[in-house]
């Protein structure tokens, strides 16, 4: 199936899409940090606000006393606004995200300003290979009235048991599954609290999609795996779609 076969909806609950490509260069030219200038001479003109982002890494490690967490160097990273739109590039040593916020523009969009964003990566680093790719859409469902249940929202599918669409406020919900030796999607189903007096908080459906399997750095390439895991993502959506669901994608719902 076609991205333009799937449906453009009017009132999208797509808070935040993120496309993140993790990729290795190669050994004559390896990393340096004047590839940050490099990078934002290239994408000024859409994208001309520069910020440094620098975060703790955490590292899960398995052991004799379970799971705990491991500090690992910060890596620098960098951040690029677009001039017009809720749109934002992220550049760091080994990976390129390219971060939407609402109000989400289609898939037809987002496809071309995530190739966008590959060819002006491809233009600045000697890219050698693609790692890993993860397509990541977080979907925030408004509730209406304090006595909305999950299962007004949402129907039983392969990610989200029937159980807990019975669930009163305070559920969550994780499924990871690996569908290949390279392939995984998790699906975070969850419980927003209200964050004012105006609000009965939300229903989170978040669809993370990846694949660690090595790819050629090239466009079309990276173009028709990006477009497998949206596949991916749209069936675990459409899935979980109920009616209500429908009628508030389609504007009907208030």
Same mark, same amino acid.
């Given at each position: 199936? @076609?991205? $333009? ?9 797509? &808070? #935040?899409?993120?496309?993140?490509? +993790?990729? /290795? ?44 967490? @491991?500090? $690992? ?9 677009? &001039? #017009?739109?809720?749109?934002?590039? +992220?550049? /760091? ?162």
């Amino acid at each position: 199936m @076609k991205a $333009t076969e799937h449906p453009s909806y009017p009132n999208p609950t797509i &808070a #935040e899409a993120v496309c993140e490509i +993790q990729f /290795e260069l190669t050994e004559e030219n390896p990393w340096k940090p004047s590839l940050f200038g490099d990078f934002y001479k290239n994408v000024q003109s859409e994208y001309p606000e520069m910020e440094p982002l620098q975060g703790v890494g955490l590292q899960l490690q398995v052991g004799p006393q379970g799971v705990g967490q @491991k500090l $690992t160097p910060p890596r620098q990273r960098m951040r690029f606004k677009h &001039a #017009e739109r809720p749109l934002f590039l +992220q550049l /760091e040593e080994s990976s390129l995200i390219v971060n939407f916020l609402a109000p989400y523009p289609g898939w037809d969009t987002v496809v071309r300003d995530v190739m966008n964003a590959w060819g002006h990566a491809e233009q600045v680093l000697d890219l050698s290979v693609v790692t890993r790719i993860g397509l990541r859409y977080i979907n925030r469902i408004e509730r209406t009235s304090p006595t909305d249940r999950p299962r007004d929202w949402v129907k039983p599918n392969d990610y989200v048991a029937a159980e807990v669409l019975n669930s009163k406020p305070g559920f969550l919900s994780r499924v990871e599954t690996r569908t290949s030796e390279y392939d995984t999607i998790i699906v975070t189903f969850g419980d927003q609290p209200p964050e004012g007096l105006s609000s009965f908080g939300a229903i989170i459906l978040d669809i993370d999609r990846s694949t660690n399997r090595t790819l050629p750095a090239r466009a079309q390439e990276l173009e028709r795996e990006v477009t497998r895991l949206h596949e991916d993502v749209w069936q675990a959506f459409s899935s979980a779609k109920g009616d209500r669901l429908e009628a508030l994608l389609q504007g009907a719902e208030s």
